[in-house]
C-alpha cells in the first residue's frame, strides 16, 4: 500500500510538472527588476542581470556618475533599447529618492531588487587594518552596506505583492582576509543588516538575502592586494578544485529570486565551490 501510495504521488507530480513546465521556462516572467552595481560586463551584477533578464524579467539599471554610464548604458542596451537607466549615488539620500521617483514613473511595481556595491578608499586596503581612518571607515560601510538598508527601504512600498532582495558579500565578513580590511568589517555589516532587514520585511513577504561569492575576476577585485594568489589559493584548496564562474553566480541569483527560493530569507548563500566548509587544508 506504501508504494502504491509513492507511485500515485509520483503519477501526480509527473502531471504537474508536465503541465507547469512550459509556463515555468520563465519563472520571472512579468516581474520587474532594479540591478545597482553593474560596472562592466565582468561584473558579478551582470551576470546576475543576465540569469534575471533570460528568466522573463524586465530590468532596470541604477548608475554612478558618467565614469560608469557609458558600460552599463552599452549592457543594459543589449536587453532593448527602452531599457530604463536612472543615476544614483547611493551614499546620497535625495540621489535614491530621484531614482526611484523615475522608476515609478515607468513602473508602478518592483519585485526584485539586486545591491551588488562595495568600496573603500584604496588606502584602506593597502594598509594594516588598525591603520584604517575614521573616514575610510565610514565611507565603506556607507557605501557598502547602509546603501542596502537606504534601498531596501525605497523599494519596499513597491513590493506590494513581496519581493526578493539579494545582496553580494564575500568571505572576508566571516573570516580575515589578508587585505580585504575594513571591507570584510563592512560586508560583516551588510550581512547583519541582511538579516535584520530579512526580520521587518518578512510580513510583506519580501525576503533578503546575501550571496557570499567565491573570488572572481572583476573590477572590484583588481583592487585586492595579492588577488591572482587568491584565485590559485581557492583552486587548490576547495572541495571542487575549481574557482566559481559568473555564470555560476547568476544561477544562484535567479534561484533566489524565484519562487523556488520563496522560504529563503536572512540566509548567506556561499557559492564558492566548497572553500567556506574547509578548516584545514590538505
Partial sequence: MGSGA???FGLTWASATS???KQDMKPLEGKVGLVAGVAN?????????QAWHEAGAELVFTYQGDRLKGNVEQLAGTFGEDTLMVPCDVSSDEEIDRAFDAI??????LDLLLHSIAFAPKEALESDFI???REAFRVAHDVSAYS???LSRAAAPMMSQGGSILAMSYYGAEKVVPHYNVMGVAKASLEASTRYLAAD??????????ISAGPVNTLAARGISGF?????HYEAHAPLKRNVVPEELGATGLFLASDGAAAITGQVIYVDSGYQIMGMYQ
Avoid: F, Y
Fill in 6 to 8: 509513492w507511485l500515485g
Fill in 19 to 21: 503541465h507547469h513546465s
Fill in 41 to 49: 560586463k565582468r561584473s558579478i551584477a551582470w551576470a546576475i542581470a
Fill in 104 to 109: 515609478r514613473e515607468r513602473h508602478d511595481k
Fill in 131 to 133: 591603520q584604517t581612518s
Fill in 148 to 150: 542596502l538598508v537606504a
Fill in 201 to 210: 520585511l518578512g510580513p510583506k513577504q519580501i525576503r533578503v538575502n546575501c
Fill in 228 to 232: 591572482s594568489a587568491m584565485l590559485k
